[in-house]
């Protein structure tokens, strides 16, 4: 459309000039010059200059040159932007990590309960599968976060020697892993049982620190806060999902039921995202030129070859704002831990 528009600009002037010469009574002139030059310049000075003209007049009303513009022109298909797809990846990631963090949680309601068991005499009597005491129930139920403390930091560290996408994975892939050998550890001795929510905790301590690895490469600067809050928000839609289904598959299938499904949902998860998501839009071979080129464009200027950042730590570390951060998420995260590990169990008791 602007390719004709401007041929027929230019027509125009060019039969103006024509006329005006007949009349003078001397020979045509041809004129390569534009009355009306969208852009607002005098002219185009030759044939070659104006077909570039023409083409560039023509991409930046069309928007082919504007990532934004190609990016807004896809529509519905958001799963084009692959960035999108990612994001929706790690929202799956998270719920997996909550859903597995909290099944223990409801899981031992129901392997505490009593049941009616018929002894060698014919007596039938109610006694629990595991008969533990408060301690121990309590020592199973928090021995995740003595792993879990374990490998915040190394969790950043490691995503930045071998890729965000890679630590993400491999933590929750293990976790799931384990998570279906916990009822033969159980039945087989306790420690075993704490012990395997120890390593756990270690391999879910490095998802929060690895994901901003990923997003440091993969969200635009003007997106970044909306990419990481939709992702995280995956471990509250895992907390209030996972619950009811595990008190639901605790009735119907027994306790065991709720490791074994949620287990082998987390390997589906891991299969998909160590498929799909790449370190990097630099080498995911799937997404779009204008994709990438807006992502570079927005992130900034990035080392990608392993060179190390400088990092203000003194600054840091005596900013009272940032304190004042770690102290109020610390709280935060202490009253919902609590909640989250100990509520089954308080409200069975609460119910007797």
């Not at 629990?128 to 792993?147: A, H, I, R």
């Not at 996408?165 to 279906?180: P, Q």
Request: aromatic content about 12%; overall charge positive.
């Amino acid at each position: 459309m602007s390719e004709m528009l401007l041929a027929s600009q230019c027509n125009v002037v060019v039969n103006t000039h024509a006329s005006n010469a007949q009349q003078a009574g001397s020979k045509p002139q041809r004129s390569h010059q534009c009355a009306a030059d969208p852009l607002g310049r005098t002219g185009i000075s030759d044939g070659g200059n104006r077909i570039s003209e023409i083409l560039s007049i023509k991409n930046r009303i069309s928007g082919e040159n504007d990532p934004q513009s190609s990016e807004g022109s896809l529509g519905w298909r958001w799963w084009r932007r692959r960035r999108l797809l990612v994001a929706l990846l790690a929202f799956f990631g998270f719920f997996n990590v909550y859903a597995l963090r909290v099944n223990l949680s409801v899981a031992v309601v129901a392997m505490t309960e009593p049941v009616e068991t018929k002894l060698p005499n014919g007596t039938v009597v109610l006694i629990p599968e595991f008969d533990w005491s408060s301690q121990t129930k309590g020592l199973v139920l928090s021995s995740f976060f003595y792993g879990y403390i374990v490998t915040q930091l190394p969790g950043g560290w490691l995503a930045a020697k071998i890729g965000g996408n890679r630590v993400f994975g491999i933590g929750i892939g293990a976790t799931s892993l384990l998570t279906l050998f916990t009822p033969p550890l159980a039945h087989t001795s306790t420690g075993l049982l704490i012990a395997v929510r120890v390593v756990e905790g270690l391999f879910e301590g490095v998802t929060y620190p690895c994901i901003h690895a990923v997003w440091s490469r993969w969200a635009p600067a003007g997106e970044r806060a909306r990419l990481a809050t939709f992702a995280f928000s995956g471990s509250y839609a895992g907390t209030v999902v996972s619950m009811p289904i595990c008190s639901l598959l605790a009735k119907y299938t027994g306790w065991p039921g709720i490791f074994y499904v949620f287990g082998l949902m987390g390997l589906v998860w891991t299969t998909i995202w160590w498929l799909v998501v790449k370190e990097s839009p630099e080498k995911d071979p799937l997404v779009s030129a204008v994709e990438l080129k807006y992502i570079q464009e927005s992130r900034g200027t990035q080392s990608l070859d392993g060179s190390v950042a400088k990092h203000p730590w003194r600054a840091m570390l005596t900013s009272a704002p940032v304190w004042a951060i770690v102290a109020a998420h610390f709280s935060e995260n202490w009253g919902f831990y609590t909640l989250l590990t100990f509520l089954p169990t308080f409200m069975k008791g609460w119910a007797r």
